[in-house]
Antibody, heavy 117, light 109 residues
Framework: EVQLLESGGGLVQPGGSLRLSCAAS????????MTWVRQAPGKGLEWVST???????YYADSVKGRFTISRDNSKNTLYLQMNSLGAEDTAIYHC???????????WGQGTLVTVSS | QSALTQPASVSGSPGQSITISCTGT?????????VSWYQQYPGKAPKLLIY???NRPSGVSNRFSGSKSGNTASLTISGLQAEDEAVYHC?????????FGGGTKLTVL
């Protein structure tokens, strides 16, 4: 059974930092592109960042220079280091796995990040 | 990249068919056959329903179908069931990233 389990969310003050993790199991993590997608309260989904299986990395303009995506294939874990957080970053952060095509095969339930003083 | 446009809500009675639209531009929906649809229940993970405009993953009911015309993609759910009440998200590849719609809440009356 495929599982994606996010952790690391919480309450952080504006300007602060947080590191999210996504533990994967049940599929070939190392050969999958892994992505972070967020969902602000009452809003739609927003693509944040992707780590390709071959090492390529992409960021949405809204987080470029502040967020860093990384992965540890030996631990089947995806990370998102988030710095200089602002209220606009408040959201549920989902990790998602993409096997081959331009769509997301598997998703996690997400971890809530709240940026507030 | 602007979000794709979906209706905020749609509704239908059991047994009926409904269609949810997803409008983008020639840079996303209209430019690629890489539209996907996801179903999400409250507090749950999104689930892939349709990929590459009209393909269903194994295990997804054939009551769900997708199509595209120009810059607008559509998800049709036939034979509505109570369990279909959820939020539906569309998504398109844009050559450098992905863009999602705002989500559509389906209410089964």
């Amino acid at each position: 059974e495929v599982q994606l389990l996010e952790s690391g969310g919480g309450l952080v003050q504006p300007g602060g930092s947080l590191r999210l993790s996504c533990a994967a199991s049940g599929f070939s993590f190392s050969s999958s592109a892994m992505t972070w997608v967020r969902q602000a309260p009452g809003k739609g989904l927003e693509w944040v960042s992707t780590s390709g299986s071959g090492g390529s990395i992409y960021y949405a303009d809204s987080v470029k220079g502040r967020f860093t995506i990384s992965r540890d294939n030996s631990k089947n874990t995806l990370y998102l280091q988030m710095n200089s957080l602002g209220a606009e970053d408040t959201a549920i952060y989902h990790c998602a796995a993409r096997k081959e095509g331009n769509y997301f095969d598997y998703w996690g339930q997400g971890t809530l990040v709240t940026v507030s003083s | 990249q602007s979000a794709l446009t979906q209706p905020a809500s749609v509704s239908g009675s059991p047994g009926q068919s409904i269609t949810i639209s997803c409008t983008g531009t020639s840079s996303d929906v209209g430019g690629y056959n890489y539209v996907s649809w996801y179903q999400q229940y409250p507090g749950k993970a999104p689930k892939l329903l349709i990929y590459d405009v009209s393909n269903r993953p194994s295990g997804v009911s054939n009551r769900f179908s997708g199509s595209k015309s120009g810059n607008t993609a559509s998800l049709t759910i036939s034979g509505l069931q109570a369990e279909d009440e959820a939020v539906y998200h569309c998504c398109s590849w844009t050559s450098t990233s992905w863009v999602f719609g705002g989500g559509t809440k389906l209410t089964v009356l």
